[in-house]
């Protein structure tokens, strides 16, 4: 993430790492961060890594792909942070509702709860609605308003999962 601070490029880190942060922690055998770029910059961001040393892979998604870019980030004892090059739906305001964590002698800005408990309730899979449920489950209190509308955002499935999440968590 210091390449990502140096460059001047916001991200919120999501996945697995969020997951401890806002639910219960899980293994995952890499890290996944969403970036503030568009993937005209992917290029720019991905040599930056490559100057600073590490192995890089640059995917890019079609038209309908919800990821325009992943950047596949490796370093030498093959520990993987997957970088999404946006994601359609992610409201710019997400960035901003991060929450910063401190991790050994830095600190990671982590995507902010109700951001966190939407994309999971659009990606959908029976882990993510698992680290959704937990996070509202734990969430103490939590802006119902909020979430929902980001919800929508990602479509009319990410609204009926949360629907049926927070249905469950009364």
Do not use: C, W
């Amino acid at each position: 993430m210091e390449v990502l601070t140096r460059e001047g490029i916001n991200y919120a880190v999501i996945g697995a790492m969020a997951a401890s942060i806002h639910g219960i922690v899980r293994a995952s055998f890499d890290a996944d961060a969403v970036l503030s770029l568009g993937s005209s910059k992917a290029r720019d961001v991905q040599r930056a890594f490559q100057d600073a040393g590490f192995h890089t892979e640059l995917r890019t998604g079609d038209v309908e792909d919800p990821i325009p870019a992943l950047l596949q980030i490796t370093d030498e004892f093959a520990n993987r942070v997957d970088l999404l090059v946006g994601l359609r739906g992610l409201e710019a305001e997400a960035f901003s509702r991060a929450i910063e964590v401190p991790f050994k002698e830095m600190t990671l800005k982590v995507v902010g709860k109700e951001d966190f408990i939407a994309m999971k309730a659009f990606a959908g899979g029976p882990q993510d609605l698992a680290d959704a449920a937990n996070a509202v489950a734990i969430a103490g209190s939590l802006d119902v308003e909020l979430v929902t509308r980001l919800a929508k955002r990602y479509g009319p499935d990410a609204a009926t999962n949360l629907e049926k999440l927070l249905s469950t968590n009364k």
